[in-house]
């Protein structure tokens, strides 16, 4: 089974963070995806790349920060994130990659 490349395009990296490992314990996992992917897109692009059935996608847009570096001040990007709530019975392990 080949899987399509476009997939690869909407969920970016996985978020590996405390609150993503606590929310990891009900069954979600957190990614961060494209800004224009949708629910439904997202949803497709999990089942076929970890090969799980997904329950429910909640998708939140993080605004970036100001932040001062040396002095100099920079603005982080917004990024998209996707909570991904899976059907009981099914995990993913980040931790290992694509």
Do not use: C, W
Not at 33 to 48: G, H, L, N, S
Not at 49 to 55: A, G, I, P
Request: no cysteine; aromatic share 6%.
């Amino acid at each position: 089974m080949t899987i399509d490349p476009k997939f690869y395009d909407v969920i970016v990296s996985p978020v590996i963070t405390e609150k993503a490992t606590t929310a990891s314990e009900q069954n979600k996992v957190l990614f961060k995806v494209a800004a224009k992917a949708t629910k439904p897109q997202i949803k497709e692009a999990v089942e076929k790349l970890f090969d799980v059935k997904v329950k429910s996608v909640n998708t939140l847009v993080r605004k970036g920060k100001t932040k001062a570096f040396r002095g100099t001040f920079g603005t982080q990007s917004d990024s998209k994130r996707a909570i991904v709530t899976l059907e009981e019975g099914h995990r993913i392990d980040v931790t290992t990659g694509l």
